[in-house]
């Protein structure tokens, strides 16, 4: 255990962004390898994972899903930089926050948001390919179409399905605002979790925060309806919450 680890990556996603975050909140020292997506397929099988990323390879030792990889952060973090509370009914509580919006807020804002970029193949190259392999970075303005059709059907995105996941992202920020309504300055208790993290880092699919691990496109580049929804979000308590995640908790150990 006493190589460096490797995270896959697909750069811009935004589980990526959860797993790094995590890593280096702990101060892990890690090297990431970015591929685009679909052609990330390959490493991540490689390396024995699923077929999502992230995946971190430490060692013999192989975290194929973004929580497993909050786990190990966690647990490997110095004192008072773990991400799950030390009572055990707070730290269930932190993991089934971070369960839920794994399953619902992660995927449904990603497809709203792939929707709402439909045939911006401007930004997808200028914005997708943070720290890939110079050859996929060339490759990308010529598969565009190809790769945007596999994604489309892989993950659902029609304006009708994009449509439903805005409904779902609004549910979860009007659920996460609710908690949030009595003051407390975190989702769980008095300190940050895994929960907040969780949460920012999948919010950021519609809330674009500029503390990102890798640069995101700001409204004034976006499609103006896009825009219009990504201010609104932004200006919503709960992703008030999110962008205050990622201003002062995100760079800690950076
Ligand atoms: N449950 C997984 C979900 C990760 C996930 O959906 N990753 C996306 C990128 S945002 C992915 O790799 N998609 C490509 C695929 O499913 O093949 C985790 O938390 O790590």
């Given amino acids: 255990m006493s190589e460096r680890p490797v995270l896959i990556t697909i750069p811009i996603s935004h589980y990526c962004e959860k797993a790094r975050w995590a890593l280096d909140r702990a101060g892990i020292a890690y090297e990431e390898r970015a591929h685009l ?6 490493p991540v099988a490689r390396a024995g994972g699923k077929k999502t990323a992230p995946v971190l390879v430490w060692g013999e030792r192989v975290f194929a899903d973004s929580a497993e990889i909050v786990e190990e952060a966690s647990a490997k973090a110095p004192a008072g ?3 799950f509370p ?4 707070a730290a ?7 369960g839920d919006f794994d399953a619902r807020l992660g995927p449904e804002g990603r497809r709203w948001m792939y929707n709402a970029l439909r045939g911006r193949r401007d930004i997808a190259v200028a914005y997708g390919c943070t720290g890939v392999p110079a050859w996929q970075r060339r490759a990308l303005p010529f598969a565009y179409p190809v790769a945007t059709r596999i ?3 892989y ?3 029609t304006p009708a399905a994009a449509a439903r996941s805005e409904a779902d992202v609004r549910e979860v920020f009007d659920a996460v605002a609710a908690r949030l309504g009595d003051g407390r300055p975190y989702l769980c208790g008095e300190r940050f979790s895994a929960a907040d993290l969780t949460f920012a880092s999948l919010a950021a699919a519609v809330l674009m925060p500029p503390e990102y691990g890798v640069p995101l496109p700001q409204p004034e580049e976006l499609p103006a309806a896009m ?7 932004r200006a919503h308590p709960a992703g008030a919450h999110a962008l205050k995640m990622f201003r002062e908790e995100r760079r800690l150990s950076a």
């Fill in 227 to 233: 825009a219009a929804t990504v201010r609104e979000l």
């Fill in 37 to 42: 997506q679909v052609v990330h397929w390959v």
């Fill in 92 to 98: 269930t509580e932190v993991r089934a926050l971070q």
């Fill in 81 to 83: 930089r773990g991400l």
């Fill in 151 to 153: 994604i489309d059907r």
């Fill in 155 to 157: 993950l659902d995105v």
């Fill in 86 to 89: 030390d009572d055990p009914a």
